[in-house]
């Protein structure tokens, strides 16, 4: 398969098939995904070799390439497992292998599996890039330290050694150079290069000593989350990445819930489409930067796009800043297909109104709650205890939950 549109490739990263789904149902032109063990979100819902074939169908059937992320440090007793994953993406049908480490890209080679050489392998000047495209590399995704000038300076370089460039346009940031990190192997012994980072750099440090008081909310958030940097967006400058020639612009987002992949491929979609046709406004930017701030984030921050990032791209306090949250308020009891009706029981409270997700293994489903029934009778609101029949757009599945989204306060 091959992406034939001018505009450059949107991809989406998922860790499971209902972020999958959100990111197919939103426009995005590519996902990547981990199996787990041998990735760098090894702590995440990953995927298991038997279900790759089933992806991949479900992505190509929609004119959607899947790339599986195999790059982390890999050691000499892993390699048969390694060889292993990789026969069984070939088999699949995966459209590429991102790789690390060089023993891989060698498999990888060996399958006959288009390569793209990851972040972790932080490249950034053009001799280096050169370099990997003779290996067999087929796309560079570039390191995040780079300024904007630069990766254009490479890209110019790129094409002429017919290698595609990656970068990355939103989510998280790591406080170390392209993610190498120690701290978290460091602290707690699960090593950041082997998928397993627990984030210690994500909490707040005390640095005189004293213990934390936590009822004092000014004191935690003054500036104690010190390592902690902000998420990356790029939704307002989006126009200057995709003049540069870039070929593929990234989110990060592989532990992310399903509501924040289809939030965000669905507003980066809207402002590729906008570009391409001349109607990239700031009054669109305002939008998305709305819809954008719903879903989870840590703040915002240009990253090193125009300049070294100093203490206003920092975090100020833990956890998400997001204004949205969403609320499971029950379950899929059953599915009327001919009806197109679910049956769902409720633990919590909703009402017309309310914008609705049903999330299940194979189910992504968003959309507002025009109308429901209790005993084939109209009912405006319904509470815990109780089953109500809601008028579903597409397929939901018995056991799949159903969450409210809400504004966070």
């Not at 990263?13 to 972020?19: E, N, T």
């Not at 934390?212 to 790029?234: I, R």
């Not at 997001?322 to 001919?338: D, E, I, P």
């Amino acid at each position: 398969m091959k992406v034939t549109s001018k505009k450059p490739e949107l991809l989406s990263g998922v860790g499971d098939y209902a972020s999958a789904i959100a990111a197919v149902k939103n426009g995005a032109d590519a996902i990547y995904f981990g199996v787990k063990g041998y990735n760098m979100r090894d702590l995440g819902a990953n995927f298991t070799e038997k279900e790759l074939p089933k992806l991949m169908k479900y992505l190509h059937a929609h004119k959607v390439m899947g790339y599986l992320a195999l790059n982390t440090i890999i050691y000499d007793e892993e390699l048969k497992s390694v060889e292993k994953i990789l026969a069984s993406a070939k088999k699949a049908k995966v459209d590429a292998v991102i790789v690390h480490d060089l023993g891989v890209l060698f498999l990888a080679k060996k399958q006959k599996l288009p390569v793209h050489l990851s972040t972790q392998a932080s490249v950034s000047n053009a001799l280096a890039m050169k370099e990997y495209a003779k290996m067999g590399v087929e796309r560079i995704v570039l390191a995040r330290e780079l300024t904007l000038e630069q990766i254009s300076k490479i890209v110019k370089e790129a094409k002429k050694a017919k290698i595609k460039v990656e970068c990355f346009v939103h989510g998280a940031m790591c406080i170390s150079v392209s993610g190498r990190c120690f701290l978290s192997h460091e602290l707690f012994g699960r090593s950041a290069n082997r998928g397993e980072c627990l984030q210690p750099c994500r909490r707040a440090f005390f640095l005189d000593g004293a213990s934390p008081d936590f009822e004092k909310k000014e004191v935690y958030l003054d500036g104690n989350t010190v390592l902690s940097a902000k998420d990356l967006k790029t939704i307002s400058f989006l126009d200057k990445i995709i003049a540069a020639g870039v070929a593929s612009l990234k989110i990060e987002g592989r532990t992310k819930p399903s509501d924040y992949v289809a939030a965000t491929v669905k507003c980066y979609r809207e402002a590729i489409d906008s570009i391409a046709k001349k109607t990239f406004t700031t009054e669109k930017i305002a939008e998305w930067n709305v819809e954008l701030k719903k879903v989870y984030n840590r703040g915002f921050s240009e990253g090193h796009y125009f300049k070294i990032p100093d203490a206003k791209d920092f975090a100020k306090g833990q956890g998400s800043f997001q204004t949205q949250k969403r609320v499971h308020v029950g379950v899929v009891a059953n599915y009327y297909a001919k009806a197109g009706v679910a049956e769902i029981k409720l633990f919590d409270s909703i009402k017309i109104g309310d914008e609705i997700l049903i999330e299940g293994v194979t189910t992504f489903l968003k959309q507002p709650l025009d109308s429901m029934e209790i005993n084939h009778k109209k009912v405006i609101s319904a509470g815990q205890g109780q089953i109500v029949g809601i008028k579903i757009s597409e397929k939901v599945r018995p056991n799949d939950k159903v969450f409210v989204l809400k504004p966070r306060k």
